[in-house]
């Protein structure tokens, strides 16, 4: 079962604004890094591009769209369309999909 993501109303975000330590947290994060508990995530985009072994020039082909583009969908400037979205969520799973298929 998936859980639907719940928007805040703007009320509900400024009171848990306010309600943050932000010194607090930023000595946190930097105790975890020094500990060396910091850990990256990437996106579900990245991630497939990485699994499949293509490079960035390759996947965008895949995709039909530029290197910019793909390079702006990385880094969520903008959002990659539905079937971009379902091939991502389908190469991240089974990237070796690729291979038995013609579309490289």
């Known amino acids: 079962m998936r859980l639907k993501k719940q928007l805040l109303t703007d009320k509900e975000l400024e009171a848990w604004e306010n309600s943050r330590d932000l010194g ?3 000595l946190e ?3 975890q890094m ?3 508990k910091g850990r990256v ?3 579900p985009l990245i991630s497939a591009r990485k699994k499949s072994g293509l ?3 390759e996947f965008a082909k895949l995709f039909g769209v530029s290197v910019r583009t ?3 969908w990385e ?3 903008r959002n990659p369309n539905g079937a971009a979205k379902t091939l991502i969520a389908i190469l991240e799973r089974h990237p070796d999909v690729l291979k038995e298929t013609t579309l490289i």
């Open 75 to 77: 880094q969520h400037r």
């Open 24 to 26: 607090a947290e930023l």
């Open 41 to 43: 995530v990437m996106s």
């Open 29 to 31: 994060s930097v105790r």
């Open 70 to 72: 793909l390079r702006d």
């Open 55 to 57: 490079s960035e020039v």
């Open 34 to 36: 020094k500990a060396g």
